[in-house]
């Protein structure tokens, strides 16, 4: 029986500092992949229609809910590109929030692939260069521009709030799908 990698995988032994995330999205692509609910595969959503690659790996936390119905997402930093359906341990940095254009909360978490010793070093949001904060920020504002769509960036919050809203997603999760 094939596994879901949404319900049948585990979000990690050591969430909410390290959770195992699930790459849809590699960094430098302009492909929007997504998981199909469904089937459990990846869908093409479409190739964004900006110039703007993704600065960072992009994907969810297995066995999480979000107001927006979906996962929680993860932006996983990393030297490489992580190939999708990749599962990487990631620690939890920070947090960035965001309102969708229909003023719907869209929390991305930061987190750091635990096992690339370029980045595994930072603890917190806090501690990243200034620049990839802006090019996280830059690309979240604009990428839907050209599809006259707006999302607002909030500012980010660090390690502490990130985990909170961790917790929360896999407490929402359970009600959400509660198992037999």
Known sequence: MRQHPWHDVSYGEDAPEKVMGIIEIP???RAKYELDKDSGMLI??????????????????????CDDEDPLDILVLSQIEIVPMCLVEAKVIGVMQMLDGGGEMDDKIIAVAANDMSVAHFNDVSELPEFWKKEMRNFFQDYKKLENKTVEVEE???????MEIVKQS???????????
């Open 156 to 162: 980010f919050q660090g390690r502490e709030k990130a």
């Open 44 to 65: 093409l959503d479409r190739v964004i229609y900006s110039s703007m690659y993704y600065p960072t790996n992009y994907g969810f936390i297995p066995q999480t809910y």
């Open 27 to 29: 960094k430098n692509t």
């Open 170 to 180: 896999i407490e929402d999760y359970k009600i959400k799908f509660p198992k037999n």
